[in-house]
Nanobody, 128 residues
Framework: QVQLVESGGGLVQAGGSLRLSCAASGRTFSSYAMGWFRQAPGKEREFVAAISWSGASTYYADSVKGRFTISRDNAKNTVYLQMNILKPEDTAVYYC?????????????????????WGQGTQVTVSS
């Protein structure tokens, strides 16, 4: 069982930056690939970024590529999402998610249904 707690959301002006954190419970954080998703009002949840268990492989949605960076610190059981050059369309609740990989390979996952555990979400609001 993994529990995920996001933090770092807030209100920021367009062009600004935020860093989201997702702290995971348990001793086997390095056995999980991680991802960030977001859900804007009235829209379905969508993929944002993913990272393999080691951090060697990452993948981004086209809408955030070049602006967002996903990273992880396995010693701190934490995954991060650095968000730069924020736009009003980035406004959403951001969720982190974990999928068990056993620490093998360097896979990342982009499909919501592939993930086993989810955090409660953190609100990001970008004003124009």
């Amino acid at each position: 069982q993994v529990q995920l707690v996001e933090s770092g959301g807030g209100l920021v002006q367009a062009g600004g930056s935020l860093r989201l954190s997702c702290a995971a419970s348990g001793r086997t954080f390095s056995s999980y690939a991680m991802g960030w998703f977001r859900q804007a009002p009235g829209k379905e949840r969508e993929f944002v970024a993913a990272i393999s268990w080691s951090g060697a492989s990452t993948y981004y949605a086209d809408s955030v590529k070049g602006r967002f960076t996903i990273s992880r610190d396995n010693a701190k059981n934490t995954v991060y999402l650095q968000m730069n050059i924020l736009k009003p369309e980035d406004t959403a609740v951001y969720y982190c998610a974990a999928v068990f990989t056993g620490g093998g390979g360097n896979y990342y996952f982009t499909i919501e249904s592939e993930y086993d555990y989810w955090g409660q979400g953190t609100q990001v609001t970008v004003s124009s």
